[in-house]
């Protein structure tokens, strides 16, 4: 089931947020805490540099907190400021400290010439990770459009939060060749990828599978799976029987049951579960092992 999709609309939103970047002070990148690597941009990395930043792992209420933890070292340790949030529920004094601190420097370089300075920051992500919930969490009422599918937002919205913040809601945005066919399966869990551009009977059968690799008591326990537990068509057909999901003659509703089990993982029904988790930290034993020449052959 290859996947590959990079709308039009993708190409003009690359140009237009490229133009507004000498505009901003700050980027807030959001990714999806559920799966931090595989909802991140590479291209952002290279169009971000020298811009203070900072990485949201958004939706942390439905990851696994400790996985979130252990995300969050990781990045520091790649010398990114990031943070947990939700954007249906967080404390939106949490994000403007963050913002103040990275805007700090422009802030008082300003003063000194006797300025009050607007902070302008960008939000920038893939399609589908709440950068218009969380502008909105940030505003305080509804003033981004907001959707539960990708392309909601499709032109740049500047948004005044304070007199001396503005806020810049940018369309999500993809890489055109999305080479890793397992973060672009993922990228469809979260609805990053339209549902009409993959099969989504396949695409449930993929996300029941790595939920037993990363949940299986959880999914077990959701879809009432039923002993032996095999993968395939066959794990889908099983959760449409642990769940009643059938036909006349007891023939499993795959077609029913695929929408179901995608919708309940996206909705957070199944509980708080990543399916990503960072490297381990090399140890400084395994370090040093690392960086020891061989020895000389006998």
């Known amino acids: 089931m290859p996947i590959n999709w990079y709308p039009g609309h993708m190409a003009r939103a690359k140009r237009l947020l ?16 559920r799966m931090p690597r595989a909802s991140r941009n590479p291209d952002l990395d290279a169009m971000m540099r020298g811009k203070p930043r900072i990485l949201v792992l958004n939706k942390a209420d439905l990851a696994d907190a400790g996985a979130t933890d252990a995300w969050l070292s990781a990045f520091r340790r790649e010398g990114l400021t990031a943070m947990a949030f939700c954007a249906t529920t967080g404390k939106a004094k949490d994000v403007l400290a963050r913002i103040e601190r990275a805007a700090r420097e422009q802030v008082e370089r300003q003063a000194a010439r006797g300025v009050r300075k607007t902070v302008r920051v960008m939000i920038v992500g893939v399609p589908n990770v709440g950068k218009s919930t969380f502008i909105n969490r940030l505003y305080g009422g509804a003033i981004a459009r ?6 909601v937002t499709r032109a740049n919205q500047w948004v005044r939060v304070t007199p001396y913040l503005e806020l810049l ?5 993809l890489w055109p060749r999305l080479d890793d066919q397992v973060a672009a399966r993922r990228l469809c869990y979260i609805g990053t990828i339209r549902d009409q551009a993959v099969d989504p009977q396949m695409l449930a059968i993929h996300l029941l599978e790595d939920l037993m690799q990363t949940a299986p008591q959880a999914a077990a326990q959701r879809f009432h799976l039923k002993e032996p537990l095999e993968g395939g068509l066959a794990l889908l057909e099983n959760a449409c029987r642990g769940r009643g999901w059938l036909l006349p003659g ?7 049951g695929a929408a179901v089990v995608l919708d309940e993982f996206r909705a957070g029904k199944l509980g708080r579960m990543s399916l ?8 400084k034993e395994e370090t040093a092992d690392a960086q020891e020449p061989a020895g000389t052959p006998e």
């Open 18 to 33: 490229s133009e507004q970047l000498s505009r901003v002070d700050v980027a807030i990148e959001l990714c999806d805490a």
């Open 169 to 173: 809601d940018t369309p999500g945005l």
């Open 276 to 283: 990503e988790r960072p490297a381990r930290p090399q140890t």
């Open 146 to 151: 907001t959707g539960d599918r990708p392309g």
């Open 250 to 256: 007891g023939v499993a509703d795959t077609e029913r």
